[in-house]
């Protein structure tokens, strides 16, 4: 089993940063895929970035320029790095690890993250 924790989340004018963290706990192997995807209110969830097992990384168009997605395989750790945030990323964010084999996914509990004036 696996289980992910997010932090990091925040209310933040537009063009401001927040760093997102997963932290990761429990059968968890590098090999595996990584990353993170969001919510809006009365939306649906929709993917955000990705970190690979061949460490490679994938990030929607809406974030394309202003995320960065970055992992520490020792700790454990995912990471977001997002700036010049604007009102339509206003969302709750989760942390998502992938299984290759058996396919499957876990989540996180997800962090709220708030852009407004």
């Known amino acids: 089993q696996v289980q992910l924790v997010e932090s990091g989340g925040g209310l933040v004018q537009p063009g401001g940063s927040l760093r997102l963290s997963c932290a990761a706990s429990?059968?968890?192997?590098?090999?595996?895929?990584m990353g993170w995807y969001r919510q809006a209110p009365g939306k649906q969830r929709e993917f955000v970035a990705t970190?690979?097992?061949?460490?490679?990384?994938h990030s929607a168009a809406s974030v394309k320029g202003r995320f960065t997605i970055s992992r520490d395989t020792f700790k454990n750790t995912l990471y977001l790095e997002m700036n010049s945030l604007q009102p339509e990323d206003t969302a709750l964010y989760y942390c998502n690890y992938h299984m290759a084999w058996p396919p499957k996914d876990y989540w996180g509990q997800g962090t709220q993250v708030t852009v407004s004036s």
């Open positions: 970190f690979t097992s061949a460490g490679t990384t």
């Open positions: 429990g059968s968890v192997f590098s090999i595996n895929a």
